[in-house]
C-alpha cells in the first residue's frame, strides 16, 4: 500500500493550495478517504474527510469553508483545495484510507489503517 501526497510548499498567508495524494496498492474505490495534519508539538488534527463513493464530505471546524476534499476513483487519487491559507494552517499534511463501509466518516487518526509520509504546508506571514 502506498499513499502519496504532494502539492506542499511555502505560500503567503491569503493564498491558495491543492494537495494531492495518489494511492495504490488496495481498492481504492472502497475506502473512505481523510487528511490530517500536524503542526509542530501538537497532535495530529483532522481535516477533511471523503467517502468512498465521494457523495458525502467531513471538515474539521477550523478548516470548514475553507479546504474541500475530492476524489478520483478513476485515477485513485484524493485532493485537498486549501483557500484563505492562515498562520495556523502551518502543518504537515497527511492523506489517510479507511475501509468503512458504515457511516458515518471517521474524524480519528486511529481509525485509519493505511497513511501517506505527508506534505508540508508553510504559510508565511
Known amino acids: 500500500v502506498q499513499l502519496q501526497a504532494s502539492g506542499g510548499g511555502l505560500v503567503q498567508e491569503g493564498g491558495s493550495l491543492r494537495l494531492s495524494c495518489a494511492a495504490s496498492?488496495?481498492?481504492?474505490?472502497?475506502?473512505?478517504m481523510g487528511w490530517f495534519r500536524q503542526a509542530p508539538g501538537k497532535e495530529r488534527e483532522f481535516v477533511a474527510a471523503?467517502?468512498?463513493?465521494?457523495?458525502?464530505?467531513g471538515y474539521g471546524d477550523s478548516v470548514k469553508g475553507r479546504f474541500t476534499i475530492s476524489r478520483d476513483n478513476a485515477g485513485n487519487t484524493v485532493s485537498l483545495r486549501i483557500n484563505s491559507l492562515k498562520l495556523e494552517d502551518t502543518a504537515r499534511y497527511y492523506c489517510?484510507?479507511?475501509?468503512?463501509?458504515?457511516?458515518?466518516?471517521?474524524?480519528?487518526?486511529?481509525?485509519?489503517?493505511?497513511w501517506g509520509q505527508g506534505t508540508l504546508v508553510t504559510v508565511s506571514s
Open positions: 489517510a484510507a479507511t475501509y468503512n463501509p458504515t457511516w458515518p466518516l471517521k474524524r480519528g487518526a486511529i481509525q485509519y489503517e493505511y
Open positions: 496498492g488496495f481498492t481504492f474505490s472502497s475506502y473512505d
Open positions: 471523503i467517502e468512498w463513493s465521494g457523495g458525502t464530505t
